[in-house]
């Protein structure tokens, strides 16, 4: 298996833009997680999904972001407008379940808002 | 309530020393713990695993960590540190019947030629 796909590696955009980063499971997997890393918060989780169902979004920032998946294998995180304040590394992991079992990053979207 | 407390946001090792890698945990229920590393520009991976078989838990590239209920640690270690291990290493808890993994603030490793 090619493991967690995200798409783009690195985004650079101007203030204001609509921003998609896109996230593949690994096959199989049922459990999606999205995080957000900075060096002054840290790892962030900003929503997790389970079967296709957002369970938890507590942790999403505000109603610019929005995450979906469409289907069991897909999902997009969208920031509509960016700020420069989201400047981040996003990153998005599966996993075959929850608590007990391990989850696979991707290799994460360096976003840079300017 | 969980939380995971990493005692030195960095360390700096000789090349050959030993590695020790601080995590302290608090959980309202049993504990799973977790050891994953970030090298640089990559996404995370798990070194090791804790979930309530043995205590002493052996991972990948020669690391091991031991829960140790009494003192809320899950301390990560390795006899022999090497260049390539230079990356830096989080700790994270879940628990059963949750889903979260609630993440330490990770521990930078550097490696002295």
């Known amino acids: 298996d090619a493991g967690v796909i995200q798409s783009p590696r690195h985004e650079v955009t101007e203030m204001g833009q609509e921003v998609t980063l896109r996230c593949k499971l690994i096959?199989?997997?049922?459990?999606l997680f999205w995080y957000r890393q900075t060096m002054m918060r840290g790892l962030e989780l900003l929503i997790y999904?389970?079967?296709?169902?957002?369970?938890?979004d507590s942790g999403m920032p505000e109603d610019r972001f929005s995450a979906k998946m469409p289907n069991a294998s897909f999902s997009t995180l969208k920031i509509q407008p960016s700020e420069p304040r989201d400047s981040a590394v996003y990153f998005c992991?599966?996993?075959?379940?929850?608590?007990?079992?391990?989850?696979?990053f991707g290799p994460g979207t360096r976003l840079t808002v300017t | 309530a969980q939380s995971v407390t990493q005692l030195g946001s960095h360390v700096s090792v000789s090349e050959g020393a030993l590695v020790l890698l601080r995590c302290n945990y608090s959980s309202s229920v049993p504990p799973y713990l977790f050891w994953y590393v970030q090298y640089p520009n990559q996404g995370l991976q798990l070194l090791l695993k804790y979930t309530s078989a043995a205590t002493l838990v052996k991972g990948i590239n020669g690391f091991e960590a031991e829960f140790k209920k009494s003192e809320t640690s899950f301390h990560l270690t390795k006899p022999s540190a090497h260049m390539s291990d230079a990356a830096e290493y989080f700790c994270a808890v879940s628990g059963a019947g949750t889903y979260k993994y609630i993440f330490g603030t990770g521990t930078r490793l550097k490696v002295l030629a």
């Open positions: 999904f389970n079967n296709n169902v957002p369970i938890d």
């Open positions: 096959s199989g997997h049922n459990s």
């Open positions: 992991a599966s996993s075959l379940g929850t608590a007990t079992y391990e989850q696979y």
